[in-house]
């Protein structure tokens, strides 16, 4: 039978309640437990999928295709769990399935309510979880802060679920915020009181207590936080500002949250350290020997949440390296004005990632031509994949208007464009391509020396492909498709024949690094690049 944690958070958003569930995730799983996580969000929609990620951040897409929360990122990225659709449920989900019932008419002429149908319909998502995977443990971080109308059925069906399932075998965890106040040079209690207070009024007592703070937690204010918030001193936790998201786990150890977890669900379990974490992930993120700069051309670049796997791959790929990665952030938007020479000459890798939209494409080709010319190391996702296509076919082809049909469906060449039976989509939510595909790589190609594989399973989120009605003139002029999808010959890898690093991919290589297991794109890319400022010997130390 699992045992189940709820995550909470309280005072503010933005708290990390997602790295501290995943952190918490790690250090059970080093103890010899199998481990899943789910993430409830509050909103309406039925997932992040058709939403802008100036409001929602990257969208984030998991093996089955499911397009979710980019908390399931870092759930992936510190455990061993392998999230699915069932991982992320939204409220939407939600009253979709139980308003879906009613129509059926299978209510019998019930009347309709949060409590219990909507709360049954929560429970139920978690017990389906937790037979599915049959986790040890189950932890369930709840979107949201406590006090929003939204988030109350799930914290009410968090309520109920210790009831269901006894004291022993559910454990709730509240993320909160311990400010500093410079004026009076002291830590407050005050925020943290009053959002367990919120809790207590909904039903629910936290077990533990997770302090966001900038400063150490003295052991008085320990005390004083566990005596106001009726919490055990011990299970005050707290969460300083690190320095990188994978020392997390290693604090919560140092505070046995590991040993308070158990002791409170009275499981027995071989003791073991993260030591290889420590040495193989953290050490090298904190001391590295070289340094590179990266340069990201997008479009939500302004938002820290937009690339979140990418930077997090780049990381994975700078460990493996024994690498800092200086990551360069540049609006494509602003590039289309400006003369590339001025921003990128001293850039080490250029990365053009995904995105929907004609906004910023011109100053995406402009990047790449760039990469091309002057031998940048240069690496495409998804759309950055096809502008290389589009960058080639125009400025090395001759096909100077050639386009994606995404950006001018009328366009003379459309070396992008939809699939005969994809003319007709007219909805806008799950209608692409989405999730894991197999991709054969040809021998004697940069993506077979990287990978070293035949086939590799990787994650897709698209519309359009590449023609192969231009495979011939491309290929003529030197481009190399070194990967498809064997069933339909779609491209999916391309690279450059003269160009010491230049690959691109239809698909979304980012989803599937981890810090112990980075990216073979994303490791090379890197090796790339610290090849090239080791010649100019500009970034290495
Ligand atoms: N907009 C492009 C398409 O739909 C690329 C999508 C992406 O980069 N994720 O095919």
Redesign the pocket.
Known sequence: MSKFIFVTGGVISSLGKGIAAASLGRILESRGLKITLMKFDPYLNVDPGTMNPYQHGEVYVTEDGAETDLDLGHYERFTNSQMSRYNNVTAGQIYYAVICRERKGDYLGKTIQVIPHITDEIKQRILKVASVSKADIVIVEIGGTVGDIESLPFLEAARQFRIDQGEDNVLYVHVTLVPYMKAADELKTKPSQHSVGRLREIGIQPDVLICRTERPLSDQIKEKIALFCSVKKEAVIEAKDAQSIYQIPLEFKKQILDEIVLSHFKLICREQRLAEWEEKVVNRILYPKNRVKITVVGKYISLQDAYKSIYEALVHAGIANDTEIQIQKLDSEQLQHTDPAKVLADTNGILVP???GIRGILGKIKAIEYARINEIPFLGL??GM?TAVVEFARNVCGLKEANST?FNPKTKYPVISLLADQYDIKEKGGT?RLGAYPCKIYRNTLAYRLYRKSIVYERH????EFNNAYRRILEKKGLVISGVYPKERLVEIIELKKHPFFIAVQFHPEFKSKPEQPHPLFVGFIKAALERASKKKQYSV
């Open positions: 995904g995105g929907f998804c759309l096809q995404e692409m989120r698209h519309r359009y």
